[in-house]
């Protein structure tokens, strides 16, 4: 659905509509998220959406039950719709993780905001979202085992999300970080330092050029106090 009361083909979105998104949210990719998608965020998803937005770099170790998943989701989604012609691309080590863990939370918000957000969620293994009936401007999700998908991609703006990095082949990690040296690209490394060698346990024991972001389960607003609704106290340990 457009804007100014134009439509775009098939649920696609129009250039104008993201362009306004920029215009509104380029900087600021959390209120995106509060205001297009209705959330609210914990302290800890704020700061990582807001370093993706103002890092080329970020590596974020976080424990588990902290929401990562969801909170790369809220990354993936407001930075795609708040830069026109942008793609953003997802991986894990097993395709089975890319397709049950992180686009599993993409599918489902955007199928609760599709009138607003258009695009249309593509492919036999629902890891790609397309926002042009060209496929030049979406998201979609790799599996590290097909080391082919990282090569050929271009476009004015790239982001690039790694969820359990520490697992992922440490050829096509260099390759990925190499990927996102390029101008306008970013990448978001999540995981655990489960090995003592790669990018990801790089990035904390080496940071320069790198946003490190730890969070602990104890970090959680069931242990701080910070104030949240019930609903996303109950997501989080």
């Not at 590596?59 to 989701?73: I, L, P």
């Not at 939370?105 to 060209?134: C, F, S, Y």
């Not at 346990?201 to 959680?220: K, L, Q, R």
Request: include cysteine.
């Amino acid at each position: 659905h457009g804007v100014g009361g134009r439509r775009a083909p098939r649920g696609y979105m129009l250039a104008e509509q993201a362009q306004d998104y920029g215009r509104m949210y380029g900087n600021n990719p959390s209120a995106w998220c509060r205001d297009i998608l209705g959330v609210h965020l914990i302290s800890y998803q704020d700061r990582v959406i807001t370093s993706v937005s103002q890092n080329r770099q970020t590596a974020w170790r976080s424990g588990h039950g902290v929401g990562k998943s969801r909170t790369a989701a809220y990354c993936a989604l407001s930075f795609l719709y708040t830069h026109p012609m942008s793609i953003v691309a997802t991986t894990a080590p097993t395709g089975r993780q890319v397709r049950n863990i992180l686009w599993r939370e993409i599918r489902g918000m955007h199928a609760q905001h599709v009138k607003k957000l258009g695009g249309e969620v593509g492919d036999p293994n629902l890891t790609e979202l397309w926002l042009d009936d060209q496929h030049e401007w979406g998201a979609f999700g790799f599996s590290t085992n097909d080391p082919d998908q990282v090569q050929g991609i271009h476009a004015p703006y790239i982001l690039i999300v790694v969820d359990e990095a520490p697992g992922v082949d440490l050829a096509i990690m260099e390759a990925l970080v190499t990927l996102a040296s390029n101008k306008n690209a970013h990448i978001l490394l999540i995981g655990n330092p489960t090995s003592l060698h790669g990018p990801f346990y790089n990035a904390f024991s080496n940071p320069e050029g790198w946003a490190t972001i730890h969070t602990s389960c104890f970090d959680s607003p069931n242990f701080t106090g910070e104030p949240c609704p019930q609903q996303v106290l109950g997501r989080v340990v």
